[in-house]
Nanobody, 114 residues
């Protein structure tokens, strides 16, 4: 079965950086689009970034220029490099696989202090 395991969350100061990782199993990773979403308390889950199987990336306006999504097919892993963090980036971040497989990770907490 498909499993996505996030890691790398934690506490960062405003202006700091974190790198999230998502390790995927149970799928043909190389043909699978991957993404990151986040959900802050009291808010809807929102798209952060997407990377296609071919490496094409899409970002939410709120993170453009600060976050970078990447993938390493040899490691079946997708990353989210988060720089210039802001307090409003505080949320649970979820890794997800897209077509042809659709699945969600458990999420990892990111907290940014002012």
């Amino acid at each position: 079965q498909v499993q996505l395991v996030e890691s790398g969350g934690g506490l960062a100061q405003a202006g700091g950086s974190l790198r999230l990782s998502c390790a995927a199993t149970g799928m043909i990773f190389s043909i699978t689009g991957m993404g990151w979403h986040r959900q802050a308390p009291g808010k809807q889950r929102e798209l952060v970034a997407i990377i296609s199987s071919g490496g094409t990336t899409t970002y939410a306006d709120s993170v453009k220029g600060r976050f970078t999504i990447s993938r390493d097919n040899a490691k079946n892993t997708v990353y989210l490099q988060m720089n210039s963090l802001k307090a409003e980036d505080t949320a649970v971040y979820y890794c997800n696989s897209r077509g042809p497989y659709f699945h969600w990770g458990q999420g990892t907490q990111v907290t940014v202090s002012s």
